[in-house]
């Protein structure tokens, strides 16, 4: 069974003769902030924001801790490309450095719209409600708009300027950044242009001593997580549920079903 529910894969798992299969790949959900429309043009407000939202809560409460926490970028831990917590430390939920950058801002308080529905990702409304309840600390008030799942992704995503999504992500470092962060992407539903960070995914790519390929590709996350206008707060797993009849192989991150190729690997023991 794909996609189990996660608020009962426990419930499942422990029932005789079922095992689930957890993968941790390159799906994670966003919080896109369009940084061509106020206030989200200011970094600083984006940067607020984005210490505003308890990640931890999202993580255990949403995805029932079928996942990891995510860093406002979006290269999964999996790659070879990923900034490690050395590289690139872990932002974690800090009211006060919230309210420091409103100030930097020019301000004292914020209100502000997001947008979600179910139609964006399961939990997706549950997910803006937290991340309204954790951001009042921080003097950030968050009207929570549920729009119908019908349309979401024509009317809503890229449309209005502050939005729940989700990635399905991409094998390699560069295809996730062309796809989405450079500056002339057409999928870039944050609206975001850095000019430093368009000259390195260019060279990126021409580069062939890996080392510093990779260096290029850290940067370009400190830059996106820093900078760029999306929340990435949590990378979600991929769960299947099967018959312990059922057996296979090390098992793909890339897209569920062991990156959709179980009908050719796995076997019945």
């Known amino acids: ?75 999964p831990n999996s790659l070879r490309d990923f900034a490690t917590p050395a590289e690139l430390p872990q932002r974690a939920y800090d009211p006060d450095k919230a309210k420091f950058h409103l100030k930097k801002a020019g301000l004292g308080s914020l209100k502000v719209q997001l947008n979600t529905s179910e139609g964006a990702f399961t939990g ?6 937290l991340v309204q309840e954790s951001a009042r600390a921080a003097g950030i008030e968050i009207e929570v708009v549920r729009q119908p799942s019908d349309g979401y992704w024509s009317n809503v995503w890229r449309a209005k ?30 609206f975001w242009a850095n000019e430093r960070f368009d000259k390195l995914l260019l060279e990126a790519r021409a580069e062939l001593d890996q080392t510093k390929r990779r260096d290029m590709y850290v940067e370009m996350q400190r830059i996106v997580s820093g900078n ?14 099967k018959s312990d009849k ?16 179980l009908a050719d690997r796995w076997w019945f023991a």
């Open 124 to 129: 997706a409304v549950d997910a803006a409600v």
């Open 1 to 75: 069974m794909n996609a189990v529910d996660r608020s009962t894969a426990g419930l499942l798992a422990a029932v005789g003769g079922i095992e689930l299969v957890v993968q941790n790949g390159y799906l994670h959900y966003t919080l896109p902030m369009r940084c061509d429309t106020a206030p989200f043009k200011d970094n600083n407000v984006r940067e607020a924001i984005k210490y505003a939202m308890d990640r931890q809560l999202l993580l255990d409460r949403v995805l029932y801790g079928f996942g990891y926490l995510g860093n406002d970028h979006p290269v």
């Open 161 to 190: 300027p502050w939005v729940v999504s989700y990635w399905s992500g991409r094998p390699t470092a560069d295809w996730i950044f062309t796809e989405g962060y450079y500056s002339a992407a057409s999928y870039n539903d944050a």
């Open 228 to 241: 760029g206008g999306q929340c990435i707060p949590v990378f979600a797993a991929d769960i299947l549920a």
């Open 246 to 261: 059922l057996a296979h192989g090390p098992v793909a991150v890339n897209w569920d079903m062991d990156g959709y190729k």
